[in-house]
C-alpha cells in the first residue's frame, strides 16, 4: 500500500522513543545499551510508559503511545513482531518512524538481530536508511444498525468460529457486490504485511508490501472451491455471520469481540499508515529467505569451477 512520502532524515531526529518486550530474559541490558548511545549522540531518550515501569531504566521520562506520537521524532521497538504490532497501531496515527531490533522468534517487522544493533543503528542515525510505507485496515462491527466495536489492524483482521464449534457460515460482499457464502473455520482479511503471519499457515499468497491490495482467506473451507483472494485495497468488504455459534473477531489478535448472527464486519483500508526504517540494503526478499528457511544454491559460476 505505496505513496508518496517526504525523505526520512534519522539525522534530524531529537528526540527518540525506546519500546521494549519488558518480559523478555536480557531486555533491559539491551535498552540500556540503546538508551546510552543516543544519548552519548546528543538525543533526547524517552521510554514508553509500560516498559519503563517494567525495566527499572531510570534517569528517562515515561510517555504514553499517544504522548510518544506527540512528542517523538522516531521509535525504536526491540522484541517480536508481537511488540511491534502493538505499538505500530497505536502510533499509527501520529506518523513516527519505527526501527526494529529483533528479539523475538520469526522477526519480519523487527529486522535487525540483536547482535548487530549497535553498529546498524549508528549507520542509520547518520543516515544510511531505507524507509517504506505500509498500510493498515480499519474494520467495525454493525449490530442492529449500530457500530459497536471499531479498531484498525496491521496484519490482519480475522472473523472465526467458536472453539468448541462446528463451522462458521459467512455472507461475503466486496464493493457491493455478493461474492461468496463459505461455510469454514473463518476468514482472515490481511494486509500485504499481514501476509507473512496467519494468512501465510492457512494457505494465502506472499503480497510484496508495496502491492496495494487486500488477501481474503478462508481457514479449513468446507468447499476446496473457496481459494484465497486479493483484492484491490480500495475495497469496502462486509462479511455477515449468517450462522455459527461463539463465533468472534480479531484486530492483529490484540482485540477480540464476540460476534452475534447477522452482525456485519465492514472492513476498509485505514487512512493512517506506518513508516518501517530499514539499514541501508535492506531487502524483503532476503527477509523472506531467511525467516522462511528458503534454500540457497551456490551460483552456477561457483558450480562450474
Known sequence: MPSSQPPVKPTAFKTIAIVGKYFAAGIAQSLSEI???????????????????????????????????RHADAAIVVGGDGTMLGIARQLAPYNVPLIGIN???????????????????????AGK?????????????????????????????????????GMIELRVEVDGHFMYNQRSDGLIVATPTGSTAYALSAGGPLLHPSLTGIGLVPIAPHA???????????????????????????????????????????????????????PQGWSYYDTLREKLHWNEYPSLEGQLK
Open 35 to 69: 538508551a546510552d548511545f543516543l544519548v552519548d549522540s546528543g538525543r533526547t531518550v524517552v521510554l514508553e510508559a509500560e516498559t519503563a515501569e517494567n525495566t527499572q531504566l531510570n534517569g528517562y521520562a515515561a510517555m504514553t503511545p499517544e504522548q510518544i506520537g
Open 224 to 278: 476446496l472451491s473457496n481459494r484465497p483472494i486479493v483484492v484491490p485495497d480500495s475495497s469496502e468488504i462486509v462479511i455477515e455471520v449468517i450462522s455459527g455459534r461463539d463465533s468472534s473477531v480479531n484486530f492483529d489478535m490484540q482485540l477480540l469481540a464476540s460476534l452475534a448472527h447477522h452482525d456485519r464486519i465492514v472492513i476498509r483500508r485505514s487512512a493512517h499508515k506506518i513508516t518501517f526504517l530499514h
Open 129 to 165: 536508511v531505507e524507509s517504506e510505507q505500509r498500510g493498515l485496515l480499519e474494520g467495525s462491527v454493525w449490530r442492529d444498525g449500530e457500530s459497536i466495536v471499531s479498531s484498525v489492524a496491521f496484519n490482519d483482521i480475522v472473523v472465526s468460529r467458536g472453539a468448541g464449534s
Open 103 to 125: 528479539q523475538g522468534r520469526l522477526g519480519f517487522m523487527t529486522d535487525i538481530p540483536l547482535d548487530r544493533m549497535m553498529p546498524l543503528l549508528a549507520d542509520m542515525l
